[in-house]
């Protein structure tokens, strides 16, 4: 499911700060900007699953490239009951989620 830019991607301030402080938790982690999964969102390319599958609360994942990140993530999120996005966690997409992303870009240019 593709988003457009009328889609917004809320983030707490403590989720924010969980995201960008990424490398404080695990060495060698790229710490985020939630500006950047906002990106994500309007990805033409967006691969939404729901639930996600790892997700204990249910929470949708969207898999997206961002090109101020430079690569592409993974954003975990849950709507509210008005219909709204907000952000919980997000990484560099790696493993099965890239392999999947991949296949949704080479399937599109195959079409």
């Not at 700060?17 to 490398?23: F, H, L, Q």
């Not at 990805?43 to 898999?63: K, N, T, W």
């Not at 952000?87 to 991949?102: C, E, F, K, Q, V």
Request: glycine residues 8%; aromatic residues 10%; proline residues 5%.
């Amino acid at each position: 499911m593709a988003y457009d830019e009328a889609v917004r991607l809320w983030w707490t301030d403590e989720d924010a700060d969980y995201i960008r402080s990424r490398s404080a938790r695990y060495p060698g982690a790229v710490d985020l900007e939630p500006e950047w999964t906002q990106e994500v969102m309007v990805d033409q390319h967006l691969v939404e699953l729901s639930p996600y599958p790892s997700s204990r609360v249910g929470a949708s994942g969207f898999i997206g490239r961002s090109d101020s990140a430079g690569r592409v993530l993974v954003v975990i999120a849950y709507r509210d009951l008005d219909g709204e996005l907000h952000g919980m966690n997000a990484w560099p997409a790696s493993g099965r989620d890239l392999t999947l992303y991949s296949k949704v870009v080479a399937d599109d240019q195959e079409a």
